[in-house]
């Protein structure tokens, strides 16, 4: 089935740093969604791409959607606590289903 | 407010029982669907429904069963054939199955199967 790998799995974050993740993808697909899961609760949606190559932001996060559309990532600027938590990048397959890649668990480092 | 309400958000039950989860949503959304998580991992759909009385396996159907009576609500049952039914479910909707049409996810249930 559809496979998509994001990286890195983890990673530590100090306030105000800017973070960097993305999510690639062996298949071609036209929709890719970022979501932010905190602990025991539902994805939130991020940021919606529908047009390859295209470059979107909500605040201090920006997602570009790869121009191979194999690909995207999101970049999050001057990051605060309240980041923490596990991203998510999915893409949509026929009929609006979507397959989910396994996630970035973004940490505060002590 | 508008969204989606899943109940409980903890549910404890003894192996070989089966038990149904609760998801509703007031969005006035077509379409429905169920995900599992397991630790560490991103979701993967059990279920969905685009329209009432109308639903469609996903890629780890195997064990559940759900049912789509009213647009509002769209109950899980994990049933005892499920092997391994320890996990935490999430229920979403949707306005529809076309493009712009994204999904909005519940607060989630955390199954423990004792």
């Known amino acids: 089935g559809q496979q998509l790998n994001q990286s890195p799995q983890s990673m530590f974050i100090q306030e105000g740093e800017d973070v960097s993740m993305n999510c690639t993808s062996s298949?071609?697909?036209?929709?890719w969604l970022w979501y932010k899961q905190d602990p025991g609760e539902g994805p939130v949606l991020l940021i919606a791409?529908?047009?390859?190559?295209e470059l979107t932001s909500n605040g201090r996060l920006t997602a570009q959607f790869g121009i191979t559309r194999k690909d995207s990532f999101l970049n999050i600027s001057a990051s605060i606590p309240s980041d923490v938590g596990i991203y998510f990048c999915?893409?949509?397959?026929?009929?609006?289903?979507?397959?989910f890649g396994g996630g970035t668990r973004l940490m505060v480092k002590p | 407010d508008g969204g989606i309400t899943q109940s409980p958000k903890y549910l404890f039950r003894k192996e070989g029982q089966n038990v149904t989860l609760s998801c509703e949503q007031n969005?006035?959304?077509?379409?429905m669907y169920w995900y599992r998580q397991d630790p560490g991992q991103g979701l993967r759909l059990i279920y969905y429904?685009?329209?009432?009385?109308?639903?469609q396996k996903g890629d780890i159907a195997e064990g559940y069963s759900v049912s789509r009576e009213k647009k509002e609500s769209f109950p899980l049952t994990v049933t005892s054939a499920q092997k391994n039914p320890t996990a935490f479910y999430l229920c979403?909707?949707?306005?529809?199955?076309?493009?712009?049409?994204?999904?909005?996810f519940g607060p989630g249930t955390r199954l423990t199967v004792l």
């Open positions: 298949s071609i697909f036209n929709t």
């Open positions: 969005l006035n959304h077509d379409a």
């Open positions: 429904s685009q329209i009432v009385n109308d639903f």
């Open positions: 999915a893409v949509k397959t026929a009929g609006n289903m979507l397959t």
């Open positions: 979403a909707s949707s306005m529809g199955l076309a493009l712009y049409n994204e999904q909005f």
């Open positions: 791409l529908y047009k390859a190559g």
